[in-house]
């Protein structure tokens, strides 16, 4: 394996925002981080203390930069933003509870709970756009030289797109360990194409 490839992450999901406490959904909604969500992320920044993370990127939206400040801040780094770690744009969805949207539309939240790739909840993105963006990051991440080990602070929708085989959701202020290698290799686009059909299997 190179050396690029061996690079480890930390896919970590913001803190509990205000729209998490009310159980909205969000997309690309830009809520901040509820009084709990900083206590997750502080917590976090404490259980990250060991990990030797000389790197820090997070996700422009408001709830993934103030969970990567308090994060960063307890590590001693600076951190960076990239809007292509961006949640999953779910368009109209955004700003509704799943009754709402289970109300309205049981058909489509039916598709997006079989993973369907291809799916736009809302008019919003796919699976399949979500992964294609979020590659173009970590292709670059392989290209630059530096840290070793990075903290990724991103959003559930995206490190779901990226990690198919995890089973169960992804709790906020959660860190999911990576290489970079294997993250990439989730992003081909044949093994996009098999996470519908994995999850159509599981139904």
Known sequence: MT????????????????????????????????ARGVAQAEALAERLAGMRIEAIVASDLRRARETARIVAAGLRLEPSHDARLRERDLGSWSGLTTPQIAGRWPEQLARLRARDVDFRP?????????????????????????????????????????????????????????????????????AITTIGAAAAERL
Do not use: K, Y
């Open 122 to 190: 809302g008019g919003g993105e796919s699976i399949r756009q979500v992964t294609v963006r979020a590659a173009a990051f970590f292709r670059e991440l392989a290209l630059r030289p530096g840290p070793a080990r990075w903290a990724i602070v991103t959003h559930g929708g995206l490190i779901r797109a990226l990690r198919p085989d995890r089973a169960t959701p992804i709790a906020n202020a959660e860190a999911v360990r990576v290489t970079l290698g294997e993250l990439l290799a989730a992003c081909e686009p044949e």
């Open 3 to 34: 050396s690029w490839a061996r690079r480890e992450l930390w896919l970590i999901r913001h803190a509990e925002s205000a729209w998490n406490a009310m159980r909205l959904w969000q997309g690309h909604a830009d809520p901040g981080l509820s």
